[in-house]
């Protein structure tokens, strides 16, 4: 075999390789989180597994949960809070979201919460056991049946980098159809890295209105862009060897 063929060959190999690997854990990239305790249908219910497809994390007792992805494997990191938290104690009015959720638009993961009351330092829970290879993109929703005064949630994601954002959870006619509660606008980070020790941490604090709450949690995993940088490099060789053979 030529050298120029072997190395096409074994360039095809690689990329075919790339490809294969992201197909794989592309159905593992993205893990869900119920906030909320098992309380009863009139306050709030754990998130049976799998609903609407997917399988979900249900955070209601303790301070750790190990997570699984969507399709029940174990990710092998923890979700653990690092301060004290508190559920929600009454009915949240939230039995069903937008469609604009997604994968967060499921009943029982929507309609209960943490809480905190603290506007000064909040709550923190932290994720460990991080691909330093990847970043992080998490989209987090809070709801409250309330009609005054609003409440605003101030979230901070914190690793490698750091981003803030603050999400309206209550308030008159914000939800469709004129609910008093959050129904389908959730806070976005994306790009998120993990720190040194392959950690994110997570807050959550009263922006206004007296309470913060977080009720439900989507991560999704994303090869960072060296990788991709990579895959592209790879394929645009073996077209560069491609023309040539035609030429």
């Known amino acids: 075999m030529k050298p120029q063929q072997l190395l096409k060959g074994c360039l095809f190999a690689g990329v075919l390789a790339l490809v294969a690997g992201f197909e794989t854990r592309a159905g593992a990239q993205t893990i ?14 754990i998130t049976p597994s799998p609903s609407s497809g997917n399988y979900w994390n249900n955070f209601s007792t303790g301070t750790t949960i190990a997570l699984i992805d969507t399709t029940n494997a174990a990710t092998g990191g923890n979700l653990t809070f690092t301060t004290g938290y508190a559920f929600n104690s009454s009915a949240m009015g939230v039995n069903t979201g937008d469609a604009s959720l997604g994968n ?16 000064v330092t909040g709550n923190t829970f932290k994720l460990t056991n991080l691909n330093p290879a990847k970043t992080y993109t998490f989209k987090l929703f809070g709801s409250r049946s309330a009609i005054d005064p609003i409440r605003v949630t101030t979230y901070t994601a914190t690793g490698g980098n750091s981003l803030s954002g603050n999400l309206t959870t209550s308030g008159t006619g914000i939800g469709t159809g004129s609910v008093n509660y959050n129904t389908g606008n959730f806070t976005t980070f994306v790009g998120i890295t993990p720190d040194v020790n392959n950690e994110i941490f997570i807050n959550y604090k009263v922006n206004s209105g007296g309470f913060a709450y977080l009720n439900a949690l989507q991560i999704d995993v994303v090869p960072e ?22 030429a």
């Open 32 to 45: 869900l989180v119920d906030f909320g305790q098992n309380l009863g249908t009139s306050v709030g219910t």
């Open 104 to 119: 967060l638009n499921v009943s029982t993961a929507i309609m209960d919460a943490v809480f905190t009351t603290d506007a």
């Open 225 to 246: 862009p060296s990788t991709w940088a990579l895959l592209a490099f790879s394929l645009t060789i073996v077209m560069v060897f491609r023309r040539r053979r035609r």
